[in-house]
C-alpha cells in the first residue's frame, strides 16, 4: 500500500487496533440511546409516599443481593477458582517488595528508559509491559555479500562488540566492529522541564571504516536501520510521506499514557538518504524478517537496498533507513511530554544531539571512570591492559540488565508436556550472554550481583526484588526469567517448560551476605543501610519461604543431608545423569540416582542460606523461634564433625558426595575398544569411536535403534553400591570456599595440596572443574554432549575459591603464609588468562580451557566472568 493512501489524522492514528474497532460500536450505542420520561398520569400525592417507601425497599434488597452474592463467592466461587489453579503457578501471597515506596517515585522514574533489550545489538524500551520500544539495525558485509545485523548472535562472525562504558542507569558506550565496519553507539539519558514520566533520551551512532574496508567498494557506503515499536499496538505517526532531516528533524510521533506526547527527532551534520517503513504486527520479535521481506520486494523490482517509503494502516513499528558515505554520523532524539506549552522541543532536540551532545557524553564517561576507581580502586594495582577489560566486564553486566514481562510455562505432577502458564509477570535482571542466554538465570544472578552491589545498591536492590517477586506459594522460584515473545524466541522449546520439583542454588544470599556484612562494617550510607534494612523486613517472609522450599523438597534420607531433586534415574543415554538443578549440570555425581545421595554443595549452599536468616533475624531485633532454629540449623550445618561423617574421604584429604555408585567407566563405538582414553572423531567432530578408562562397570555402546541408525545406551555390568563418590573438583571444595574448615585443621592443608598439585587442579591459567584422574575428565556424556564442568575454567567457582584462600591467609593458622602463596599466584594467573584472551579476541568467555587457557562455550559471556573484577580489585565475600 502507498504511504499516501495510508495517511490518518493524528487522533485516529493513535488509536489501537482494538480501540479503531470499537469506534462505529461506541457511537451506535449512543446515537440508538433514548431519554426516559417519567409517566405523570398519575395521582402524584399517593404515589408520592410509595416511592420513598419503594426507594428503600430496592436500595435494601439491592444491599441483600450483594451481600448474598459476595457470601457466595467467598464460598463457593473462590475456593472453586483457586481450587482450579494448580499452587505451583500460585503466586506467594505477601505483599512484593516492588511495591515498597523506595522503589516508587524517583527510583521508579529514573530507571524508566535503558538498554533493557540486551538479546539485540542495541535496543531500548521502558520499564513497562507493552512499553514503546527502540533499536538499531545496520548491514553488514561477509563472504562479498551484504547480511542484515539485529539480533546478537555468533553467526554473525563479529569481531568484537560489547558496553566499553555503561552505568546502568543513563548512560552507555558500546563498540561494535563487523569486518571492517565500525560502529560505536551512546545512550545518554536526560530529564528535563517539560519533559514526560522517565525523561527524554538520545542515541548517537558514529559508522566508520577500518583499513581492512578502505578498498572494499562495499562498506563505502552504510545502511542503518532505526527502528521504534509500540508493543501495545497503539499506532505511530510518521512526519509526512517524505523525510527531509535537512527541512525538518521531526521523523515520527504518538501518544502513550506513560510519558505523553512524544517525538523522535534525527540530526546529523553529514549528507544523508532517507526512507521508512511501516509495519503493523503483534509480533515484535520478528522484525528482522519484515524489514528484510520488504528489502528484498524493493531490491526485485528496482534494484536498490532501500526501504519502500509505504506503511500500512495503523502502523505499530516505524523502521527508518540511514543511508550515507562513510564516514558518518547520526544523532536521534526522543522528546517526551511534548504536550506541554513549556515543553520547548526545540532546545530540547538542541540539548541531545550535536556538540551539546558530545560534551554530555564525555562528561558521562569522565564520570563512570571516576566512579569506577572509587569503587574498585584498581589503577595501583594493575596496568592500563587491565583496568581497560576491568571497565569492559562491569559496562557489560551493567548493559545486561534486561526487563522482560510475560508468563512462565510451568508443570507440574500430572499434567501434559506444556504445562501451565503463570500469572503474568515482571522481571528485572543481568543476562550471563547477549547472544546465548539473554535472559535472567536464578543461579547467575546472586554472582551477578556480587559485583553490582559495589556500583549501585539501589540497582542491585531493584533486581533481587524482582526475583523475589516471583516466587510461588510454595516458596519456588523459577530457575529462568523466560518471560514475553523476544525472550521466548531465543530458547528451545524442550528447555522452556520448568519444574517447581527442580531448585537451583540460593545464591541471593551470597549477595544479602555481603549487605549484612556490609551493614556490620559501616560500609554505606545511613540512606543506604535503611533502605538494604526496609528491604530485608520485607523479602524475609519469601526468604523463609525459599528457605523452608529448600529444607523440605530437598531433604535427604539421613538428618541434615541434602540432594539435588531432579536428575533422571533411568537415564539410558548419559554416560552420568545430569544435576542440572545444581548449576553443574554434567559434573560427576553418583552413577545411579537414588534418594539415598548426598550433596555435599547443596549441604554448604543451606548453611549459607541458614546463617543469613539468622543474621535478618537478628537485624530485626526479633528473639523468637524462628530465630532459634536458623541459629540451631546454622549451628547443625557447620557441624564440622558431622560434615566430616557425611562427606569426608580422610585417605586423600577430600570431600565428596554420597550415592548410589559404582566407579569405573567406558565408552566405546563401532564394537571397538581402546587401551588408553583417546576420543576418536572425524574433522567435523563427530564421533567415530569413543574412550573408555580402566575396567568395564559402566559403558555407553552403540545400539541399533532402526535400520540404518544407531544411538549411544548406556551399559551397567556392575551392580552399583552405597559410597562416597570419588571426584575431585569443585564440589569437594565446597567445604572449603565455605570457610567451614578450621584454620588449624589438617584437612585445611590437604585441600590445599589438592588446589595447588597440577595433576590434579591447578593449571596456568586457574583451577580446572575437575581432577585429571577422574575417571570422568573431559569425558563426553553422550552422543552430542562434550564436557562442561568435566575439566574447563569457570570464573564463578575460582572467585569462591580465591575468595577462602584470601581468608586463610589472614587468620591464624600453620597454613597462612601457604595459603597466601596459592592466592597471589591463582589470582595472577586468571586476570592475565583473561585479559590475554579479551585483547586478542574481544570478548569474555563462559569458560577457559585447561589447557591452553583458550577461551570456550559462548563468547560474551559477560555474566560471572566479569567476577575477574572482583578477583583485580581483591573484593571478596
Avoid at 121 to 139: D, E, K, N
Avoid at 155 to 167: K, M
Avoid at 743 to 759: F, G, H, R, V
Wanted: charged share 25%.
Amino acid at each position: 500500500m502507498s504511504s499516501g493512501n495510508s495517511r490518518r489524522n493524528a487522533r485516529i492514528r493513535t488509536k489501537s487496533w482494538t480501540e479503531a474497532n470499537d469506534v462505529d460500536d461506541d457511537n451506535n450505542s449512543v446515537r440508538n440511546r433514548k431519554p426516559r420520561r417519567r409517566d405523570r398520569s398519575k395521582n402524584e400525592n399517593s404515589i408520592g409516599i410509595l416511592k420513598v417507601d419503594i426507594k428503600i425497599m430496592l436500595g435494601i434488597s439491592v444491599l441483600g443481593f450483594f451481600v448474598i452474592f459476595l457470601l457466595i463467592r467467598n464460598l463457593i466461587i473462590k475456593p472453586a477458582e483457586q481450587a482450579q489453579r494448580p499452587r505451583v503457578v500460585t503466586p506467594f501471597p505477601s505483599p512484593k517488595l516492588m511495591d515498597l515506596p523506595q522503589f516508587q517515585g524517583e527510583h521508579k522514574e529514573s530507571l524508566y528508559w535503558g538498554t533493557y533489550r540486551p538479546h539485540v545489538y542495541l535496543g531500548i524500551r521502558a520499564r513497562t509491559p507493552r512499553s514503546l520500544i527502540a533499536g538499531l539495525m545496520w548491514v553488514g558485509v561477509k563472504g562479498g555479500m551484504y547480511h542484515m545485523r539485529h539480533v546478537c548472535q555468533d553467526s554473525d562472525e563479529l569481531n568484537t562488540y560489547g558496553w566499553t562504558q555503561h552505568n546502568g542507569r543513563d548512560f552507555g558506550h558500546q563498540v561494535l566492529v563487523d569486518q571492517g565496519l565500525k560502529l560505536a553507539t551512546s545512550f545518554l539519558k536526560s530529564k528535563s522541564e517539560g519533559s514526560g514520566y522517565g525523561g527524554d533520551w538520545a542515541v548517537r551512532i558514529d559508522v566508520q571504516t577500518d583499513k581492512s574496508g578502505w578498498d572494499n567498494e562495499m562498506l563505502r557506503h552504510g545502511h542503518l536501520f532505526f527502528y521504534l515499536a509500540d508493543e501495545s499496538g497503539r499506532a505511530l505517526s510518521l512526519t509526512g510521506d517524505t523525510l527531509d532531516v535537512d527541512k525538518n528533524s521531526l521523523l515520527a510521533s504518538g501518544s502513550r499514557s506513560d510519558v505523553g506526547n512524544w517525538q523522535l527527532h534525527l540530526e546529523s551534520k553529514d549528507v544523508l538518504e532517507l526512507h521508512y517503513s511501516g509495519f503493523r504486527t503483534p509480533h515484535i520479535h520478528n522484525l528482522s524478517d519484515l524489514v528484510l521481506q520488504n528489502l528484498g520486494a524493493q531490491v526485485r523490482k528496482f534494484g536498490q537496498l532501500l526501504l519502500s517509503d509505504s506503511s500500512e494502516d495503523y502502523p505499530n513499528i516505524l523502521v527508518f533507513q540511514i543511508s550515507a558515505s562513510i564516514p558518518f554520523k547520526a544523532d536521534i532524539a526522543f522528546i517526551s511530554g511534548t504536550e506541554v506549552k513549556t515543553s520547548n522541543v526545540e532546545g530540547r532536540v538542541s540539548r541531545l544531539t550535536g556538540t551539546s551532545l558530545t560534551s554530555q557524553l564525555q562528561d558521562k564517561q569522565t564520570e563512570f571512570d571516576s566512579k569506577f576507581e572509587r569503587c574498585f580502586n584498581v589503577a595501583d594495582k594493575l596496568e592500563s591492559e587491565f583496568t581497560i577489560v576491568g571497565k569492559a566486564a562491569l559496562a557489560n553486566m551493567l548493559g545486561g540488565i534486561g526487563y522482560f514481562y510475560g508468563r512462565s510455562k510451568i508443570s507440574y505432577p500430572g499434567s501434559s508436556n506444556l504445562g501451565f502458564h503463570v500469572p503474568y509477570s515482571v522481571g528485572t535482571g543481568t543476562v550471563p550472554s547477549r547472544p546465548f542466554f539473554p535472559r535472567g538465570f536464578l543461579w547467575d544472578e546472586g554472582f551477578h550481583q556480587l559485583l553490582i552491589w559495589r556500583w549501585d545498591i539501589q540497582i542491585c536492590l531493584d533486581i533481587l526484588g524482582h526475583w523475589l517477586d516471583l516466587m510461588n506459594i510454595d516458596g519456588w522460584i523459577p530457575r529462568e526469567q523466560i518471560l514475553g515473545s523476544e525472550a521466548l524466541s531465543k530458547v528451545p522449546e524442550e528447555f522452556v517448560v520448568q519444574h517447581p520439583t527442580n531448585g537451583n542454588p540460593p545464591t541471593l544470599f551470597l549477595v544479602i551476605r555481603d549487605l549484612l556484612d556490609g551493614m556490620e562494617k559501616d560500609k554505606f550510607t545511613a540512606t543506604e543501610s535503611n533502605e538494604i534494612t526496609s528491604f530485608l523486613e520485607r523479602a524475609f517472609v519469601r526468604l523463609e519461604a525459599w528457605f523452608q522450599w529448600f529444607n523440605t523438597t530437598q531433604k535427604g534420607k539421613e538428618m541434615n543431608s541434602y540432594y539435588w531433586h531432579g536428575r533422571d534415574n533411568k537415564a539410558a543415554r548419559e554416560l552420568n545423569p545430569k544435576t542440572l538443578s545444581s548449576g553443574l549440570d554434567d559434573y560427576p555425581r553418583a552413577s545411579h540416582p537414588s534418594e539415598e545421595e548426598r550433596h555435599v554443595d547443596l549441604r554448604c549452599w543451606m548453611l549459607l542460606a541458614a546463617n543469613c536468616m539468622h543474621s535478618i533475624t537478628q537485624l530485626r531485633k526479633k528473639d523468637n523461634k524462628p530465630e532459634k532454629e536458623y541459629g540451631s540449623t546454622a549451628k547443625l550445618l557447620s557441624d564440622f564433625e558431622m560434615l566430616n561423617q557425611m562427606h569426608l574421604d580422610p585417605s586423600v584429604g577430600a570431600y565428596f558426595d554420597f550415592g548410589n555408585h559404582t566407579e569405573k567407566s567406558i565408552l566405546i563405538g563401532a564394537g571397538l575398544q581402546f587401551a588408553s582414553p583417546t576420543i576418536i572423531s572425524n574433522e567435523d567432530g563427530k564421533i567415530t569411536g569413543l574412550v573408555f578408562l580402566h575396567v568395564l562397570m559402566v559403558r555407553l555402546s552403540w545400539k541399533e535403534t532402526t535400520v540404518g541408525t544407531r544411538e549411544l545406551v548406556r551399559d551397567v555390568l556392575e551392580r552399583p553400591v552405597l559410597r562416597l563418590v570419588p571426584h575431585i573438583g569443585y564440589v569437594s571444595l565446597f567445604p572449603f570456599m565455605g570457610k567451614i574448615i578450621p584454620s588449624d585443621s589438617w584437612i585445611l592443608e590437604k585441600q590445599l595440596d589438592l588446589i595447588s598439585n597440577s595433576t590434579i587442579l591447578w593449571t596456568d591459567y586457574g583451577l580446572r572443574s575437575l581432577s585429571k584422574t577422574s575417571s570422568m575428565y573431559m569425558k563426553r556424556n553422550t552422543e552430542h554432549d562434550p564436557p562442561y564442568w568435566r575439566g574447563p575454567i569457570w570464573m564463578n567457582m575460582n572467585y569462591m575459591i580465591l575468595s577462602s584462600l584470601f581468608h586463610y591467609s589472614k587468620v591464624d593458622g600453620p597454613y597462612r603464609d601457604r595459603a597466601r602463596v596459592i592466592y597471589d599466584d591463582l589470582r595472577g594467573n586468571l586476570i592475565r588468562n583473561v585479559v590475554q584472551n579479551y585483547h586478542q579476541t574481544g570478548f569474555l568467555w563462559e569458560q577457559y580451557d585447561q589447557k591452553k587457557g583458550k577461551g570456550k562455550g559462548a563468547r560474551l559471556f559477560t555474566g560471572w566472568t566479569s567476577l575477574v573484577l572482583l578477583i583485580m580489585a581483591e573484593a571478596y565475600t
